[in-house]
């Protein structure tokens, strides 16, 4: 870890408050220079705005960077000095433009800004032994989806050292065997090997990636839920099209319908079959629109789980287990879900 993040664990940038100080904005972060010593150095110091911190000191008689600043156990007086004057330079940037930040380490803290941006949940701290254990529940059962707590390398790999930050994540069990050994995926530290696993939050994981574990995680700790069969007219809206653009679409909404249920979407002709798995993500969305077809007033967001052929459940099949009309939002017996659900 270099020194400048070694300084600023467990701070964010205030962007308003960098600006104020003196950062100038560039494409992709901020930057701030100032002369010191005697106007002998010069520090750069970048704040990106995925909170990394990365600074430079130059020489300024020879323009070049003043490498004895970063050898470990120098003892030179004068070096002292410059390593104590730049020191002083990030502490002042510390106290006026950065803020205190939930957990110690820049992934980590932007993990945690996605999942309340998307869930909008924020860490709880439960331990006064563990400050920077932060727990994500869902407020409707409280039952945790993600931990980020931190740890010495060497509790997950016997031969690395240091400190390092992890989130804990529910997933298939046939899924963390798969991941385990993947770069970055460990066995779960402190749960249930069996259904927890631990995604290492020092860079070598996307954000993206992680964000997509953390979704897996927030549905199987979801409440229980109900299964719906829902009808959609290729005539008058693509869901293909639709589910190639974006994962996650608005749905014409049947009030009986609550977050975490599960619906499959019936496909009429030319295809007659359930040719989709989604989530239910959010429901009672307002909503307004009307034409001599359709009226709605409000809507769901459903997110695309599993994609089916449309012979696997075509209407022929669907008669030979029990439903003959599907006019609207329907309740999904059994014996329809579990296959469907053996193949996704």
């Avoid at 130059?58 to 003043?66: A, H, I, L, P």
């Avoid at 970063?70 to 730049?86: F, G, H, M, P, S």
């Avoid at 409440?223 to 974006?246: G, V």
Wanted: include cysteine; glycine fraction near 4%; aromatic fraction near 14%.
């Amino acid at each position: 870890m270099s020194l400048e993040n070694n300084f600023f664990l467990g701070y964010i940038p205030d962007l308003k408050k960098i600006v104020s100080y003196g950062f100038k904005k560039k494409s992709n972060y901020y930057l701030f220079t100032k002369r010191f010593m005697d106007n002998d150095f010069k520090a750069e110091i970048k704040v990106g705005k995925d909170y990394k911190v990365s600074g430079k000191v130059y020489d300024c008689v020879t323009n070049q960077e003043y490498q004895e600043l970063r050898l470990k156990d120098q003892k030179q007086i004068y070096v002292t000095e410059v390593k104590e004057a730049y020191l002083d330079i990030l502490a002042d940037i510390k106290g006026k433009a950065f803020i205190k930040a939930p957990f110690l380490t820049p992934q980590a803290n932007r993990i945690s800004s996605l999942v309340f941006k998307t869930y909008k949940d924020n860490p709880e701290f439960l331990w006064k032994s563990f400050p920077n254990c932060g727990v994500f529940r869902h407020s409707s059962n409280d039952k945790w989806y993600a931990i980020i707590m931190n740890v010495d390398r060497s509790k997950i790999d016997p031969s690395g050292s240091g400190l390092v930050e992890l989130i804990n994540l529910k997933l298939d069990e046939n899924l963390i065997q798969k991941l385990i050994g993947t770069k970055g995926f460990y066995q779960a530290w402190h749960m249930n090997k069996k259904s927890w696993i631990s995604l290492i939050l020092d860079e070598t994981l996307t954000d993206s990636s992680i964000l997509k574990y953390i979704d897996l995680s927030y549905i199987n700790t979801m409440p229980s839920t109900k299964k719906w069969i829902i009808p959609a007219n290729p005539m008058f809206f693509d869901l293909e099209a639709a589910f190639n653009k974006n994962t996650e679409i608005l749905w014409k909404q049947s009030s009986n319908i609550k977050p975490s249920d599960i619906v499959y979407m019936y496909v009429a002709r030319p295809y007659s079959a359930i040719m989709y798995k989604c989530q239910v993500t959010k429901t009672d969305i307002p909503y307004n629109f009307s034409n001599e077809d359709i009226t709605i007033n409000k809507v769901m967001k459903i997110k695309l789980m599993s994609r089916y052929d449309n012979k696997l459940m075509n209407f022929n099949k669907l008669k030979k287990l029990g439903i003959t009309t599907i006019r609207g939002p329907r309740s999904c017996p059994p014996n329809v879900y579990s296959l469907l659900d053996k193949k996704g």
